[in-house]
């Protein structure tokens, strides 16, 4: 687990200050891994439980995260639309969201939804044993 993690923490860009938006379901501690990333920064994680988004909705500041990262729940949401606008309006443009399934499901609902909110360079990143990362980046798309 340790090389996986050293691994995830290179997709990350450390600048002082960073901020990253963690919606989860208690995926492998992914709380604690992020916030030990950005500890000696002096970085800022938003945790809101996937259980209790529509309670914690307020916790999220909108394009106030350089990262959003949601961990094992995207595709067993009921409102996956719900949930891409909500980390969407939390990340910056030009920000990064990081989606980590169990490997095995079919991913084509986050394609389709990245592609839909404007998310380019997607990519999916092979690091851990029994999850599939994929990651994009949030489009400007101004002059369209």
Not at 70 to 97: A, P, W
Not at 113 to 123: H, P
Not at 132 to 137: A, E, N, S, V, Y
């Amino acid at each position: 687990m340790d090389k996986e993690l050293k691994e995830f923490y290179q997709l990350f860009d450390m600048a002082p200050n960073l901020a990253i938006l963690d919606i989860n379901n208690n995926y492998i501690n992914m709380t604690q891994a992020l916030n030990d990333l950005v500890l000696d920064i002096e970085g800022n994680i938003t945790t809101v439980e996937y259980t209790n988004l529509d309670k914690e909705k307020a916790k999220i500041r909108k394009a106030a995260y350089e990262y959003g990262v949601i961990s094992d729940c995207f595709l067993e949401s009921e409102d996956k639309r719900s949930m891409m606008e909500l980390i969407n309006r939390g990340v910056r443009d030009s920000g990064h969201i990081i989606i980590l399934e169990k490997k095995g499901k079919s991913l084509q609902e986050i394609y389709t939804l990245f592609e839909e909110f404007d998310i380019g360079a997607v990519s999916i990143i092979d690091i851990f044993k029994e999850y599939d990362l994929i990651m994009g980046k949030k489009l400007h798309m101004w002059g369209m």
